[in-house]
């Protein structure tokens, strides 16, 4: 599957195998294309998950 992770007009990519695990620490991003070295965190707006092929589960565990 492939997790697509937004936030502020910005968006970055994380490509999972079966049995990979993702996780994030905290609610913030910043998708630096420029390769500049500023940093500009902003939250996350939204998460999602596309299946590269056929269907598949995921699973998702969200602590608060």
């Known amino acids: 599957v492939t997790v697509r992770v937004r936030g502020n007009s910005e968006e970055y990519f994380v490509k999972l195998e079966a049995?990979?695990?993702f996780m994030l620490h905290n609610s913030v991003m910043d998708a630096n294309a420029t390769g500049g070295a500023s940093?500009?965190?902003n939250n996350?707006?939204?998460?999602?998950?596309?299946?590269?092929?056929?269907?598949?589960d995921v699973e998702i565990f969200a602590a608060a």
């Open 39 to 41: 940093v500009s965190l």
């Open 19 to 21: 049995g990979d695990s």
């Open 44 to 56: 996350i707006d939204s998460i999602g998950i596309q299946a590269d092929t056929a269907s598949c």
